[in-house]
C-alpha cells in the first residue's frame, strides 16, 4: 500500500499506537491490547483492524509481533520517520493523479476473510470455501476481471449460502 492512499482508519490506528507509545515513555516496544486500539481509533470491526494495522506494517510505519494471549498483549515499534511522505505538500496535479485504479488491489489474508465470516456468523469452513475458491482463480471474476473489492464477493458468496439454506428447510 503507498502512503498516500491511506483512509482515515489508517491515520487514526497510528495516532492512537503513537499516543500508547508516549503513554509508554517512548520505549520501542511496547505493548498493546487489541481491544485498547480499536476503542481508541474508533474501529469497530476485526477485520478493518487487522487490515490496518497489516497495511501499517507494509508500509513501514511500523512494526508488529502479534501475541495470541490477550493477557499478554502484542508487541508494536514505533519506526523513526524523518519526513514521511503523506505529510508533505502535494499540488493539485499530483493529488489527481492519486486515485485508486483497480490494479491496486491485494487478495485479502485468510484470517481477513474468517473474521469477516465470522462476523455474519458464518463458519470457518464456508470463509474457507470462498478463499480457496477465489484464491485458485487468482481473484478474476467470471468476467476475466480482476476483482476491485473481495468484501463485495464475499457478500454474495454468503447471499448464496443463505439462499441455499433457506430452499433446504
Given at each position: 500500500m503507498k502512503s498516500d492512499q491511506f483512509?482515515?482508519?489508517?491515520?487514526?490506528?497510528?495516532?492512537?499506537?503513537?499516543?500508547?507509545?508516549s503513554v509508554n515513555g517512548f520505549i520501542n516496544?511496547?505493548?498493546?491490547?487489541?481491544?485498547?486500539i480499536m476503542k481508541l481509533s474508533k474501529i469497530k470491526s476485526f477485520a478493518t483492524y487487522h487490515k490496518c494495522i497489516r497495511e501499517l506494517q507494509d508500509a513501514g510505519f511500523i512494526n508488529y509481533l502479534?501475541?495470541?494471549?490477550?493477557?499478554?498483549?502484542?508487541?508494536i515499534e514505533i519506526k523513526d520517520l524523518d519526513?514521511?511522505?503523506?505529510?508533505?505538500?502535494?499540488?493539485?496535479q499530483n493529488l489527481k493523479?492519486?486515485?485508486?485504479?483497480?490494479?491496486?488491489?491485494?487478495?485479502p489474508k485468510f484470517y481477513e476473510v474468517e473474521l469477516y465470516f465470522k462476523e455474519r456468523d458464518l463458519t470457518s469452513n464456508d470463509a474457507s470455501l470462498f478463499y480457496s475458491f477465489?484464491?485458485?482463480q487468482h481473484w478474476i471474476c467470471n468476467n476475466k476481471k480482476l476483482i476491485k473489492?473481495?468484501?463485495a464477493a464475499a457478500r454474495n458468496w454468503i447471499c448464496k449460502i443463505k439462499n441455499n439454506d433457506d430452499r433446504r428447510d
Amino acid at each position: 500500500m503507498k502512503s498516500d492512499q491511506f483512509l482515515p482508519s489508517h491515520i487514526s490506528m497510528y495516532v492512537s499506537l503513537f499516543q500508547l507509545w508516549s503513554v509508554n515513555g517512548f520505549i520501542n516496544p511496547f505493548r498493546i491490547c487489541r481491544e485498547d486500539i480499536m476503542k481508541l481509533s474508533k474501529i469497530k470491526s476485526f477485520a478493518t483492524y487487522h487490515k490496518c494495522i497489516r497495511e501499517l506494517q507494509d508500509a513501514g510505519f511500523i512494526n508488529y509481533l502479534p501475541n495470541y494471549n490477550s493477557y499478554i498483549g502484542s508487541l508494536i515499534e514505533i519506526k523513526d520517520l524523518d519526513i514521511p511522505r503523506i505529510f508533505q505538500v502535494q499540488s493539485f496535479q499530483n493529488l489527481k493523479s492519486n486515485v485508486i485504479n483497480e490494479t491496486d488491489f491485494s487478495a485479502p489474508k485468510f484470517y481477513e476473510v474468517e473474521l469477516y465470516f465470522k462476523e455474519r456468523d458464518l463458519t470457518s469452513n464456508d470463509a474457507s470455501l470462498f478463499y480457496s475458491f477465489y484464491e485458485s482463480q487468482h481473484w478474476i471474476c467470471n468476467n476475466k476481471k480482476l476483482i476491485k473489492c473481495w468484501k463485495a464477493a464475499a457478500r454474495n458468496w454468503i447471499c448464496k449460502i443463505k439462499n441455499n439454506d433457506d430452499r433446504r428447510d
